[in-house]
């Protein structure tokens, strides 16, 4: 994918709502998965969320990781429905909305591709912020129908 394209995501309805659900459900750790949908028109169309199991050893509370087995099943699973694997999602228990050097360390490979962090105060305020995944620094992209 070539990132220099693609200037905003935009979410399905209910998919915000989702994210916060999963991240204040998570709490007080990262939950994580995969953004699935389309490209068109250079936005990123996010139809659907797999949450996958955040695998990381220590410090899950600032920490994520995915197990290659969930990723390959997880794209296979999009396959059969015709989606496409756009990017990621995380959340912040207790930061900002931003991605931290260990995110853009761990991401290496991706570049291209999307990802959303879904921060939390702790508490039921949430607040999202999309990028695109580039080196050495994300670049933050819009979002649209977050409020949903
Ligand atoms: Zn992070």
């Given at each position: 994918m070539n990132p220099n394209k693609i200037q905003q995501l935009q979410l399905a309805p209910d998919i915000g709502r989702q994210l916060k659900e999963q991240a204040l459900q998570a709490l007080p750790e990262e939950c994580c998965g995969i953004l699935a949908g389309y490209l068109a028109g250079g936005r990123m169309h996010i139809r659907q969320l797999l949450r996958l199991v955040?695998?990381?050893?220590?410090e899950r509370m600032a920490n994520f990781a995915v197990a290659d087995a969930d990723l390959i099943k997880a794209a296979r699973l999009l396959r059969q429905q015709g989606l496409e694997l756009l990017g990621f999602y995380h959340s912040h228990p207790f930061g900002l909305p931003a991605p931290s050097r260990k995110d853009v360390a761990s991401c290496n490979?991706?570049?291209?591709y999307s990802h959303i962090i879904v921060a939390t105060d702790g508490g039921d305020r949430t607040q999202l912020a999309a990028f695109i995944t580039q080196r050495p620094m994300w670049k933050r992209i819009q979002i649209q129908g977050a409020e949903s």
């Amino acid at each position: 994918m070539n990132p220099n394209k693609i200037q905003q995501l935009q979410l399905a309805p209910d998919i915000g709502r989702q994210l916060k659900e999963q991240a204040l459900q998570a709490l007080p750790e990262e939950c994580c998965g995969i953004l699935a949908g389309y490209l068109a028109g250079g936005r990123m169309h996010i139809r659907q969320l797999l949450r996958l199991v955040n695998v990381a050893q220590q410090e899950r509370m600032a920490n994520f990781a995915v197990a290659d087995a969930d990723l390959i099943k997880a794209a296979r699973l999009l396959r059969q429905q015709g989606l496409e694997l756009l990017g990621f999602y995380h959340s912040h228990p207790f930061g900002l909305p931003a991605p931290s050097r260990k995110d853009v360390a761990s991401c290496n490979g991706w570049d291209g591709y999307s990802h959303i962090i879904v921060a939390t105060d702790g508490g039921d305020r949430t607040q999202l912020a999309a990028f695109i995944t580039q080196r050495p620094m994300w670049k933050r992209i819009q979002i649209q129908g977050a409020e949903s």
